[in-house]
């Protein structure tokens, strides 16, 4: 009898060690093999191996790690490990966020992190401000007095609600004092947009000008001024030719008169006489 609870006393010990060595929560999350499946946060999950942070993540039942791609968090890598375990701490918040939870935030809000706890965090060290924008954009930065935001959230890369959620932020945030702080690149030089070319102006042209059809268009006005069309001139009326009177004809070739006409010529002059006779 004394055997078998000796036995079962050291199965209980020997489950109690492995799960307390484990680096598998309980929650059944393991924060490294999450990271596996996404290439672009390698870098960071290897940091967290280093560091140990793995595990202090994965003993938790509700968390929230801010992850950082592996082209922004390569000016992590050469710290020393001290610095980078404090750092990495920040991006580990002690409450679950999710897309959804982030957007029913306050305007800013401030969250605990993992830092927090471990008794060295001086003044806010161990807060970070999670600030909304317009169109659901969310940015990061330090608690401490004249901090930036200096992280802008890019995607949610996993979530297991209410016990892990996996957030990736464009790159480290660094508190005062805790390290060199990596302020985010200057944005791009402004470059203005290409400048429109002018609107060709439209004068109005001469009466004999062809105007193209359906253009409805008002003509710009133009600066110099516009003359009137020239009208041809009138054709000089032409003259006819005079025509000259028809030229006498010689008497000489006039038809002499027939004898009819001599006799009855006659006849009238002597009754011309006898009348004027009468009348004396």
Same mark, same amino acid.
């Given at each position: 009898?004394?055997?078998?609870?000796?036995?079962?006393?050291?199965?209980?010990?020997?489950?109690?060690?492995?799960?307390?060595? +484990?680096?598998?929560?309980?929650?059944?999350?393991?924060?490294?093999? $999450?990271?596996?499946?996404?290439?672009?946060?390698?870098?960071?999950?290897?940091?967290?191996?280093?560091?140990?942070?793995?595990?202090?993540?994965?003993?938790?039942?509700? $968390?929230?790690?801010?992850?950082?791609?592996?082209?922004?968090?390569?000016?992590? +890598?050469?710290?020393?490990?001290?610095?980078?375990?404090? $750092?990495?701490?920040?991006?580990?918040?002690?409450? &679950?966020?999710?897309?959804?939870? %982030?957007?029913?935030? /306050?305007?800013?809000?401030?969250?605990?992190?993992?830092?927090?706890?471990?008794?060295?965090?001086?003044?806010?060290?161990?807060?970070?401000?999670?600030?909304? %924008?317009?169109?659901?954009?969310?940015?990061?930065?330090?608690?401490?007095?004249?901090?930036?935001?200096?992280?802008?959230?890019?995607?949610?890369?996993?979530?297991?609600?209410?016990?892990?959620?996996?957030?990736?932020?464009?790159? /480290?945030?660094?508190? /005062?004092?805790?390290?060199?702080?990596?302020?985010?690149?200057?944005?791009?030089?402004?470059?203005?947009?290409?400048?429109?070319?002018?609107?060709?102006?439209?004068?109005?042209?001469?009466?004999?000008?062809?105007?193209?059809?359906?253009?409805?268009?008002?003509?710009?006005?133009?600066?110099?001024? $516009?003359?009137?069309?020239?009208?041809?001139?009138?054709?000089?009326?032409?003259?006819?030719?005079?025509?000259?009177?028809?030229?006498?004809?010689?008497?000489?070739?006039?038809?002499?008169?027939?004898?009819?006409?001599?006799? &009855?010529?006659?006849?009238?002059?002597?009754?011309?006489?006898?009348?004027?006779?009468?009348?004396?």
């Amino acid at each position: 009898m004394e055997l078998k609870a000796s036995s079962s006393l050291v199965v209980l010990t020997a489950l109690v060690l492995l799960f307390s060595s +484990s680096s598998v929560s309980v929650n059944g999350f393991d924060i490294i093999k $999450i990271l596996s499946n996404h290439p672009n946060l390698l870098a960071f999950s290897d940091l967290l191996s280093q560091t140990k942070l793995n595990e202090a993540i994965n003993k938790r039942k509700t $968390i929230t790690v801010l992850a950082v791609d592996n082209s922004s968090i390569g000016g992590l +890598s050469d710290r020393p490990v001290d610095e980078i375990k404090n $750092i990495l701490s920040v991006h580990v918040i002690l409450d &679950y966020y999710d897309v959804n939870k %982030l957007k029913k935030l /306050p305007k800013t809000s401030s969250w605990t992190t993992m830092f927090q706890s471990t008794g060295n965090a001086n003044d806010k060290q161990g807060y970070i401000n999670c600030t909304r %924008l317009p169109g659901e954009q969310f940015v990061f930065g330090s608690a401490v007095k004249d901090s930036p935001p200096v992280a802008k959230f890019v995607k949610s890369v996993f979530s297991q609600p209410f016990n892990i959620s996996v957030l990736q932020v464009s790159q /480290p945030i660094v508190a /005062p004092g805790l390290g060199d702080v990596i302020l985010p690149p200057p944005p791009p030089p402004y470059t203005p947009p290409p400048a429109m070319p002018p609107k060709a102006s439209r004068k109005k042209s001469n009466a004999s000008a062809p105007v193209a059809e359906g253009d409805d268009d008002e003509f710009a006005p133009s600066d110099s001024p $516009i003359e009137a069309p020239i009208e041809a001139p009138a054709p000089e009326p032409v003259e006819a030719p005079a025509q000259s009177p028809p030229e006498p004809k010689d008497e000489a070739e006039a038809p002499a008169p027939s004898s009819a006409s001599r006799l &009855y010529l006659a006849s009238g002059v002597a009754l011309a006489g006898f009348t004027a006779m009468a009348f004396i």
